[in-house]
């Protein structure tokens, strides 16, 4: 008995970690009158449904009218939730020892598809296509993982499978427009993938003097945050990044 | 005369389940001044100074949170107090519009002119239609179980008293003794 509260409690504190920091998606996930988060997002607007992840919980709230959130419901997830990023109909949630997939179509009454389990680590996802980009990262907060990025393939929803492991250095939040992918690794700087080949993404680029967290690509312009400032690119040219402004941070001394 | 072990001890085992339950999901530990990790305390506010949501003039982003990009405008979380607006439809020059001041904020999403935010334990639906003058238009109260943690892992911490108010955020302390760790 006491040994089981122990291992519930380890379960629980285990499942409390890396949240506090955002990531990216891309444009074509955006439902009509909803904007577009991170990738380590915990509210996310799904058609006229607004889905929230707590650590342990999937929350539905009825936008329909969006003047008037009404809560609807509760589905219980495990532990150690992070993230939600909704596609095509679908939710992938991204939790510290998984990816979890609920069919979302049937508006506020997600339905169980599947679970990805991989070692345990941090792991926002974002989506395109067939296809699952997750990152792994081996954090304080998150002991035991590796840093990674693990491509998985989604056509079939309730039969996700790896089909590719890249080495990372400390990734964060990614994101992904077309035929390009963004990672951040941290205060190892920014990668920009070439994705002409979703399954074989190729270094375009790697700035290591800015600290990334986060960042949401959309048209050409990447929106980056990170401990020094919120950096904005054209990635019009896919060859090199053009730093197009920063928002500077100013840490209280 | 000081009372023997025996006779103290049941009152411990009780204030030692007492504080387990208090803590909630976190272990509970005598004193050790050895202890190296970092000590925090709760930052306690009433329920009624949670609730109170402002439009600010613009102000530096500190600490950048979650971000959320809709119809030109960049919405910036300041970890937990609020959300910067910046109009954001020249890249080149991001401007900085007001700060709307959400007690223990870290998420956000919006639909619409309808922005989404946790308010501390509530959900909260503002119109941000006129982000110079953002309007509270729904409150859920109590979406949320209150949190008894602090977010940092692997630190000690004073356990929370729910009589002081509501925990809105953690500060670090020199004084050793606390009795709560994660």
Known sequence: MKTTFITFIFLLSAAYGCSDIGVSKSDSVASAGAGTGGSMARFTVAGNT???????????????????????????????????????????????????????????????????????????????????????????????????LDIIDVSNLTAPRVVKSIPMINPHGLGVDGNVLFICEGDSGLKMFDLSNPTDPKLLQHI???????????????????KDGIYQYSYADRKSLKLLSKLTIEPIV | ???????????????????????????????????????????????????????LAPRPIRQAGKIYIKDGFLFVNEIGSGIHIVDNR?????????????????????????????????????????????????????????????????????????DKGLVVGWKKSDDKNVNCWR
């Open chain 2, 1 to 55: 005369m000081m009372p023997s072990l025996q006779t103290k001890l049941p009152g411990l085992l009780l204030v030692a389940v007492l504080l387990l339950d208090g803590c909630n999901n976190n272990r509970v530990s005598p004193t050790n001044v050895s202890d190296t990790r970092d000590v925090y305390r709760p930052i306690y506010s009433s329920y009624d100074a949670v609730r109170s949501i402002q439009t």
């Open chain 1, 50 to 148: 607004l889905y929230l992840v707590s650590n342990t919980t999937l929350r539905a709230y009825d936008v329909s009218n969006s003047k008037n959130p009404t809560p609807g419901k509760e589905t219980k997830l495990g532990f150690g939730v992070e993230t939600i990023f909704p596609y095509r109909g679908n939710l992938f949630i991204g939790t510290q020892t998984g990816l979890i997939i609920y069919d979302a179509t049937r508006e506020g009454d997600p339905r169980y598809l599947s679970t990805y389990n991989h070692v345990m680590s941090c792991d926002p996802v974002v989506v395109q296509g067939n296809l699952a980009y997750v990152t792994l990262r081996n954090g304080t907060a998150c002991r035991n993982g590796l840093n990674l």
């Open chain 1, 208 to 226: 290591t003097d800015v600290r990334s967290y986060d960042v949401i690509p959309s048209r050409d312009v990447l929106i980056v945050t990170g």
């Open chain 2, 90 to 162: 020249n890249p080149e020059k991001p401007v900085k519009l007001s700060f709307i001041s959400i007690p223990a904020s870290r998420e956000l999403a919006i639909k619409d002119s309808i922005l989404y935010a946790d308010n501390a334990v509530d959900l909260v639906a503002l119109n941000v239609a006129d982000p110079t003058n953002v309007r509270l238009v729904k409150r859920i109260e109590n979406a949320y179980p209150v949190t008894a943690y602090p977010p940092m892992r692997n630190v000690r911490f004073e356990c929370p008293d729910s």
